[in-house]
């Protein structure tokens, strides 16, 4: 990665900066210093897109924490999972946004963090016709396929990532990205 910031097009109220790579801080694991050998941000985007299940991560405004492995959809580097808002992951994300996704390889890793936001259906009528549609491609043989009325009132959360961490062989190829937020947006 040249680490140029390019724009990219704009979502909801902020214009996302293509994540800029660097090495993880992880002290006592000889992560390598120089930026050779990092991972692209196409095999995030691979992973993600493929993967089947997300485990998503929250806490209570207790500190509680609480983990689920959920069904979503990665579009426009963008993870969409959905759900009851009266779920404990749901209630966890109405008073705590703060969240972590893990996929399930503990080998070919890829874990995000940043805040999830629930959308409603209903607002976004031309995302949720997206949406509906890759959840369908994705889950119909096994049984899900979502109308863009399913989140008219709520249920589907949105997490645009702020940190990526991904690594194949570690520490070799051990990549962290950062999402800056332009202030100008």
Known sequence: M???EEPSKERDSSRRINP??????????GIPSSNEGMLPWS???ERMGNSPNYWISTAAL????HTTPVWGVWLDDTLYFDGSPETRRGRDIASNPAISVHLESGDDVVI???EAEQIRGVERPDLVLKLAAAYSAKYAAKGYEPTPDTWDEGGLYVLRPRIAFAWTKFPDDATRWYFPISESA
């Open 43 to 45: 095999h995030v985007c």
């Open 112 to 114: 995000l963090e940043g």
């Open 62 to 65: 207790n500190g509680r924490p």
């Open 2 to 4: 040249s680490g140029a």
């Open 20 to 29: 800029r790579a660097s090495r993880p801080h992880i002290p006592g694991y």
